[in-house]
């Protein structure tokens, strides 16, 4: 893709560490939530082909639960938090204390909290990466769904499916103890965001 | 023994042809949208997953037909006529075009699944080419897939479980 022709190595350390700083804001608030320290994996920027951006979830037709913001302001982009089926369910008992039985549907309530700790998590990441940035970056209301990765992330894709057939992504693992909550962060920035993110800590965009 | 079927995949943004006993197939179509044409006499088919509505928004270099619905619809029609379809005889069937997430208001990149939707129709009735059957719109990811033997569109969902049309 044209606009990531010219990416050295050390832009591509910049965007690991705003993923970074963005994490580990989030991960420290799931701790909190869940009273129990959350390992989180070094994140990954990866310029990947929309087909292996779905495979990193598990491929497009694996279930997942997603929280979705899209971040507005001066850098936009698509923020999703996406869990496995039994790391939501999990997450719910263990920060809302609601108890889900095997092949029990989730309703409006298991809904509504799921989204609003996925709401925290990505409102943490947001806000530190705001400060590190310097750049104005709000979150809309988190969209909650529950369906095939390939159709989730998909519409995060949209900005990038203008542009080319790859989409660059921040993405970071939180584990907690036996993997039992294991949440995946993906932060799309819009296209254009990029040359802000990078003049806004004073890393020079063009004729490199 | 049961008889093996080849699936041809077609991925985001992709689009392919196939022909007698194969069956084509698109996983989690969520905005996107799976258009469909088929040759009953020939026994071809071909699938296209469309991203986005129209190529004039298109910012890249070298455009990929297959993920604008006004390219992709003309070229999978190209496809299948080279393999020897017959033109007056190619139906259409299409899926997919739900807008995954509602946010009150919403702007136009929110409404982009019933856009495609309303895109693929418009390149449709360009080409002059009948729309037999679809499922669009909801809110809810779709996988489908055809069988190029009967034309029949298989339809999964996680939410809505499976149909054919």
């Keep these: 893709m044209e606009l990531f022709k010219n990416f050295k190595d050390f832009k591509m350390?910049?965007?690991?560490?705003?993923?970074?700083?963005?994490?580990?804001?989030?991960?420290?608030?799931?701790?909190q939530l869940l009273n129990k320290p959350i390992d989180m994996a070094v994140p990954k920027v990866q310029l990947l082909n929309f087909e292996?951006?779905?495979?990193?979830?598990g491929g497009a037709e694996e279930?997942?639960?997603?929280?979705?913001?899209?971040?507005?302001?001066?850098?936009p982009g698509n923020l999703f938090f996406i869990l496995t089926?039994?790391?939501a369910i999990s997450l719910l008992n263990r920060v809302a204390g609601i108890e889900i039985l095997p092949d029990q549907e989730l309703g409006e309530m298991e809904f509504s909290a799921l989204s609003e700790i996925g709401n925290i998590l990505a409102g943490s990441y947001l806000s530190s990466l705001a400060d590190f940035t310097s750049l104005s970056m709000y979150p809309t209301v988190p969209a909650l769904a529950m369906d095939m990765a390939g159709a989730i992330l998909g519409y995060g894709l949209l900005q990038f499916g203008q542009m080319g057939d790859d989409a660059l992504l921040i993405d970071t693992t939180f584990l907690e103890g036996q993997n039992e909550i294991e949440g995946q962060?993906?932060?799309?920035p819009d296209p254009e965001s990029f040359p802000k993110i990078f003049k806004s800590l004073g890393v020079p965009f063009d004729n490199d | 023994m049961i008889e093996e079927q080849s699936i041809i995949k077609v991925g985001m943004a992709d689009l392919n042809v196939g022909s007698q006993d194969s069956l084509i197939r698109t996983t989690g179509l969520g905005s996107c949208v799976g258009l469909t044409l088929f040759d009953p006499g020939k026994k071809l088919a071909g699938m296209a997953h469309v991203m986005l509505p129209s190529s004039e928004i298109a910012r890249e270099g070298q455009l990929n037909i297959a993920k604008f619905a006004d390219t992709a619809v003309p070229e999978l029609l190209t496809r299948l006529l080279a393999l020897g379809a017959v033109r007056s005889r190619i139906v259409a069937k299409m899926a997919g075009g739900s807008q995954m997430f509602a946010f009150a208001g919403g702007?136009?990149?929110?409404?982009?699944?019933p856009r495609n939707v309303e895109s693929c129709k418009l390149a449709l009735e360009m080409l002059r080419i009948p729309l037999i059957a679809e499922d669009t719109g909801g809110n809810f990811g779709r996988t489908i897939e055809i069988a190029c033997s009967t034309g029949v569109l298989h339809i999964r969902s996680v939410q809505k479980?499976?149909?054919e049309i």
Excluded: C, H, Q, W
């Design chain 1, 185 to 188: 962060f993906f932060l799309i």
């Design chain 2, 107 to 113: 702007n136009d990149t929110m409404r982009i699944g």
């Design chain 1, 13 to 31: 350390d910049v965007l690991k560490e705003v993923g970074n700083i963005g994490a580990g804001n989030a991960a420290t608030a799931l701790s």
């Design chain 1, 52 to 57: 292996e951006i779905t495979d990193k979830v």
């Design chain 1, 85 to 87: 089926p039994e790391a």
């Design chain 2, 161 to 163: 479980g499976t149909k």
């Design chain 1, 63 to 75: 279930l997942v639960y997603a929280v979705f913001l899209r971040v507005e302001g001066e850098a």
